[in-house]
T-cell receptor, first 116, second 112 residues
Framework: DAGVIQSPRHEVTEMGQEVTLRCKPI?????LFWYRQTMMRGLELLIY????????DSGMPEDRFSAKMPNASFSTLKIQPSEPRDSAVYFC??????????????FGPGTRLTVL | RKEVEQDPGPFNVPEGATVAFNCTYS??????FFWYRQDCRKEPKLLMS???SGNEDGRFTAQLNRASQYISLLIRDSKLSDSATYLC?????????????FGSGTRLQVQP
């Protein structure tokens, strides 16, 4: 089975440009998470969805960031306009609920974003 | 105070050594605990869950101390392939959130 798929794997853009990151979760998983990882701040949760509905977006840094999940197999994270401080690795992860226990999250390979 | 705190390391150990990492968490309502491993320039992957009674998986042993709010990971007979960053991960269900909080990670370098 394919794991979590992210695209692009690398993105280099100029400040002010719009950036769109894409994610396909594992089939059958009902939770999808977007994370950002930097050396300074580590791995930070940006937003997560359950059954395509955004549940918690308190980690989204500011209005320049937006995320959507139009269906169970696709999500996007958009940055508009991008700034150099947005440079980071962005991970998408998915998981499936089993009872009340928290379950393993499966991460995609990440998108390495560089904003010049 | 960070919700999950780890010693960033790096821990430099020779092959065959035993090494232990500790992690503390601030939310006493936390219910699920994990260790993830992240190789350089790769995504995090689950290493093992941490159960109240402690659990072992081959050379790896995880312990949970709820009273002191810390989690530990012990690696015996270290291999070169164990070199990675180990992330302590906690889930707190009191807010109803099903998200995980990741520590900043402890870097391990096993030397030949």
């Amino acid at each position: 089975d394919a794991g979590v798929i992210q695209s692009p794997r690398h993105e280099v853009t100029e400040m002010g440009q719009e950036v769109t990151l894409r994610c396909k979760p594992i089939s059958g998983h009902d939770y999808l998470f977007w994370y950002r990882q930097t050396m300074m701040r580590g791995l930070e949760l940006l937003i997560y969805f359950n059954n395509n509905v955004p549940i918690d977006d308190s980690g989204m840094p500011e209005d320049r960031f937006s995320a959507k999940m139009p269906n169970a197999s696709f999500s996007t994270l958009k940055i508009q306009p991008s700034e150099p401080r947005d440079s980071a690795v962005y991970f998408c992860a998915s998981s499936v609920r089993r009872g009340n226990y928290y379950n393993e999250q499966f991460f995609g390979p990440g998108t390495r974003l560089t904003v010049l | 105070r960070k919700e999950v705190e780890q010693d960033p390391g790096p821990f430099n150990v020779p092959e065959g050594a035993t090494v232990a990492f500790n992690c503390t968490y601030s939310n006493s309502a936390s219910q699920s605990f994990f260790w993830y491993r992240q190789d350089c320039r790769k995504e995090p992957k689950l290493l093992m869950s941490v159960y109240s009674s402690g659990n072992e998986d081959g050379r790896f042993t995880a312990q949970l101390n709820r009273a002191s709010q810390y989690i530990s990971l012990l690696i015996r007979d270290s291999k070169l392939s164990d070199s990675a960053t180990y992330l302590c991960v906690v889930n707190s269900m009191d807010t109803g959130r099903r998200a995980l909080t990741f520590g900043s990670g402890t870097r391990l370098q096993v030397q030949p």
